[in-house]
Nanobody, 119 residues
Framework: QVQLVESGGGLVQPGGSLTLSCAAAGNIFLAYAMGWYRQAPGNQRELVAT???????NYANFVKGRFTISRDNARNTVNLQMNSLKPKGTAVYYC?????????????WGQGSQVTVSS
């Protein structure tokens, strides 16, 4: 069984910064790609950023230059540093990971973290 536990959401003013963290726990053999997605009210869930095990990153165009994704392979954690936040960034942010346990490989989601960008 694998769980992704998120932390770090909250309320921030436009132009402010926030860091989201996600820790994978359970019978983990290897964590492959990890990433963050977000879903605003009335919208579909969309990719924000992903990071491969070797550190290669991929960002949505709307966050390039403002957000930074990082990971710690030894601890099975992934972080998202968000700078210059905009009101359009208000959404529930979800951690995602492709993980192999000792018995199977699956795709897992965190519980979601509310990020509200408002003055």
């Amino acid at each position: 069984q694998v769980q992704l536990v998120e932390s770090g959401g909250g309320l921030v003013q436009p132009g402010g910064s926030l860091t989201l963290s996600c820790a994978a726990a359970g019978n983990i053999f290897l964590a492959y790609a990890m990433g963050w997605y977000r879903q605003a009210p009335g919208n579909q869930r969309e990719l924000v950023a992903t990071i491969a095990r070797n550190g290669w990153t991929n960002y949505a165009n709307f966050v390039k230059g403002r957000f930074t994704i990082s990971r710690d392979n030894a601890r099975n954690t992934v972080n998202l540093q968000m700078n210059s936040l905009k009101p359009k960034g208000t959404a529930v942010y979800y951690c995602n990971a492709d993980i192999r346990t000792w018995t199977l490989r699956g795709n897992y989601w965190g519980q979601g973290s509310q990020v509200t960008v408002s003055s």
